[in-house]
């Protein structure tokens, strides 16, 4: 299936018809779709297929159209979060590649930066250096600081690095020159040269993907590009052969890391940008929820089978940062900011050789998974403690489709850990859960202490299929007094897929002091930019209208080696702006770092520009109320040491005037959420739900 050129962004406004969003897991590949129509929106779940996730896309869409009664035809629009690049990196599935870059430069990924994690270490740390030396070449140029030509590119250096490309027998190649982002032509010149002489090469270039200061970040970004080039094309291009082989013809739009979509063929070009693909979309929901519920103040969790995702929401916006890292590997592209450990429901528990339990990193994932899955797992897991303490329905896991094996799971978690550890089952499982819930709320303290922020200031909003079960339990070891669950948490990572818009990031490297000559510099900057931004939109068949741009500027101390990303307003720049821009940066640096320094000039060291084209807004649905008070069932579950008769509420029989007093089990059609003693739980018009802490704790 091609992408559609002509692609007219649909509405509720432009007729029926449907959107879907597919958010591939580790675990679990998740739909929603929506009826442009109506606003109406529905829920699909279906197993990831590692081996093949194009599988697993295929899966759901065609579940899900078999389930709510559409055709392929029906469909308008697909929307894809994808976790493709991210496991090819996290596994080093990656294939060979070469570097070539200034000669004098070719160990700058193994030098890298001189700061220590961990500072008392007696040895260095370990550095992942994707490109072996002997495959690293250093071509006779050089760009000077400004831009300008120091040394011409050499002919014969450029033939004698062709032949050792040719001879390596690779199939990437990555140009990362010094200071390319300011004059690429050396770049340019050495690409075409390769294409002219190798044309099955895949090449990228440092001036495309990223054009920005710092030689390490750039250059492990352009060489990380460069490998995930044929992970993702073969990905697409398996994707498009099943789609057209079912007949769907929907424009494809793969979701980014800053949580907007681009097409197929450019993400085939830039692929590293796909790197947190699927969470963001998450956190792009998180902070459009927060806004509707009027919440400022949020920590955005996303537990799934084999992660746990915090990204904080402060004063009703998510934040975006230039620079991170994925497993060790520097990435300097724009994403959304959040912290990742390895804690889901398919964390596996185990006894080490000093009897200390532990719980994950290592996760059983989609195959075999859980041991109560009954799919070859035999190690216990977090789902397999919910399961054994009777928190997880067996009978009723994903709609009675996939019931589980809570015996199997019992004796694996007897054998592997309560028998190592002298204890009853129960004991062990409520231990594992405890580990599970103290490793969660360390990653949420971590992210807020290292900005001077309070838990007890923030409301702790929780999605992805395993957090309904831990979030209260996490609240209350962090003192935050409310939860709030999404109506459908499950698949909440693929309802802000759903809402994404079409993004491009540019970005232009410019030192420049925020003085009064300072504005004339920017605006000319700008105006180039803005240019650049529309013409990739207008590429994209956006109607004007549907076009916003938003730039915003990296900003530091002189001196300093890290900026803070600042907004900037619409409009040119004049000096009263500039005042304006640098006082909201001291503010901002204050409330980052603890400490302004007014008497220092501030320099501007990137300007970034996000062009986004607007897909066209998806309307909102409200859940039809239940009639009456809801009726729950009971169940046998294991809290706070003892085995008690629970409560079980169907989220589709709550309603707004009854409120559900903990402890209480609330399940879904692919989640279960856990309302331990001492918690109430609301329900909104919208399906939304909200729980609160009670009593002398509250």
């Not at 395993?466 to 409310?482: I, R, S, Y």
Request: charged share 20%; aromatic share 6%; hydrophobic share 45%.
């Amino acid at each position: 299936m091609a992408h559609s050129a002509s692609l007219a962004p649909a509405s509720p406004a432009a007729g029926s018809g449907f959107r879907l969003a597919i958010d591939i897991g580790g675990t679990f590949t998740d739909l929603e779709c929506v009826n442009l129509a109506t606003g109406e929106s529905v829920s699909f779940k279906t197993a990831t297929t590692p081996d093949d996730f194009s599988i697993g896309f295929m899966n759901a869409v065609t579940g899900a159209a078999e389930r709510f009664g559409f055709a392929l035809g029906d469909i308008r629009l697909l929307m894809h979060g994808t976790t493709i690049a991210t496991n090819a990196v996290l596994t080093r599935n990656l294939p060979e590649g070469a570097l070539i870059t200034t000669a004098g430069f070719e160990d700058v990924l193994e030098i890298g930066r001189h700061a220590r994690k961990d500072v008392y270490s007696l040895k260095p740390e370990s550095r992942s250096v994707l490109v072996p030396r002997r495959r690293r070449f250093g071509v006779v140029e050089r760009m000077g600081a400004k831009g300008e030509v120091v040394r011409q590119l050499d002919p014969a250096s450029l033939d004698a690095i062709t032949r050792a490309v040719a001879t390596s027998g690779v199939g990437v190649v990555a140009i990362a020159l010094l200071n390319a982002y300011l004059n690429p032509a050396h770049e340019i010149a050495i690409r075409d040269h390769l294409r002219a002489k190798l044309p099955t090469l895949r090449i990228s270039c440092s001036h495309e993907v990223s054009p920005e200061i710092r030689e390490f970040e750039r250059t492990s970004t352009t060489v990380l590009n460069a490998m995930l080039m044929p992970v993702v094309q073969t990905y697409i291009m398996k994707l498009k052969a099943r789609m057209a082989s079912a007949g769907l013809e929907a424009p494809l739009y793969l979701v980014q890391s800053n949580g907007g979509a681009t097409t197929p063929e450019a993400a085939a070009i830039a692929p590293v940008k796909l790197l947190l693909s699927g969470p963001s979309g998450g956190v792009l929901a998180a902070e459009r929820l927060a806004h509707a519920l009027g919440l400022d103040r949020i920590v955005g969790v996303d537990m799934g089978g084999t992660s746990y995702d915090v990204a904080l929401i402060q004063n009703g916006r998510r934040a975006v940062i230039a620079q991170g890292e994925v497993d060790g590997l520097p990435l300097r592209v724009p994403m959304v900011e959040m912290r990742t450990i390895g804690a889901g429901g398919g964390s596996i528990a185990s006894v080490d050789a000093t009897g200390r339990l532990k719980v994950g990193p290592e996760s059983a994932g989609a195959k075999p998974g859980p041991v109560c899955y009954r799919r070859g797992g035999t190690a216990p897991t977090t789902t397999d403690a919910n399961v054994i303490l009777g928190r997880l329905g067996a009978e009723g896991f994903m709609r009675g489709a996939f019931p589980l094996d809570a015996e199997a799971a019992r004796t694996a978690l007897d054998e592997k850990v309560a028998t190592p550890l002298g204890l009853t089952v129960e004991a062990a499982a409520e231990g594992i859960l405890g580990v599970v819930t103290a490793k969660l709320a360390g990653a949420i303290k971590l992210s807020l202490f290292e900005r001077g922020l309070d838990p007890r200031d923030f409301a702790l909003m929780s999605f992805g299929g395993a957090g309904g079960l831990h979030a209260v339990e996490v609240a209350d070891e962090l003192g935050m007094l409310t939860v709030i669950f999404p109506r459908n948490p499950s698949t909440f990572s693929a309802h802000g897929i759903l809402q994404s818009d079409i993004a491009h990031d540019l970005a232009r490297t410019r030192i420049t002091p925020l003085n009064a000559d300072a504005a004339g510099t920017i605006n000319t900057l700008r105006a180039d930019m803005a240019a650049t931004g529309r013409a990739l939109l207008a590429a994209d068949k956006l109607p004007p209208e549907a076009v916003s741009l938003h730039f915003s500027a990296d900003l530091r101390y002189r001196g300093q080696a890290f900026e803070l990303m600042m907004p900037l307003d619409d409009g040119p720049l004049d000096a009263a702006g500039i005042a304006t821009l640098i006082e909201a940066f001291h503010r901002q640096h204050f409330e980052r770092f603890s400490f302004d320094d007014r008497r220092e000039s501030v320099e501007m060291v990137t300007l970034r520009l996000m062009g986004i084209g607007a897909l066209g807004g998806i309307g909102s649905h409200a859940m039809a109320a239940a009639p009456g008070a809801p009726t729950p069932d009971f169940r046998q579950v294991y809290l706070g040491g003892r085995w008690r008769d629970v409560p079980v509420f169907q989220q589709d029989t709550l309603t707004v005037a009854s409120p559900v007093i903990g402890p209480a089990i609330i399940e879904q059609d692919y989640t279960t959420l856990l309302l331990t003693e001492g918690w109430t739980l609301t329900l909104a018009a919208s399906g939304d739900m909200m729980a609160r802490k009670i009593g002398d704790a509250a």
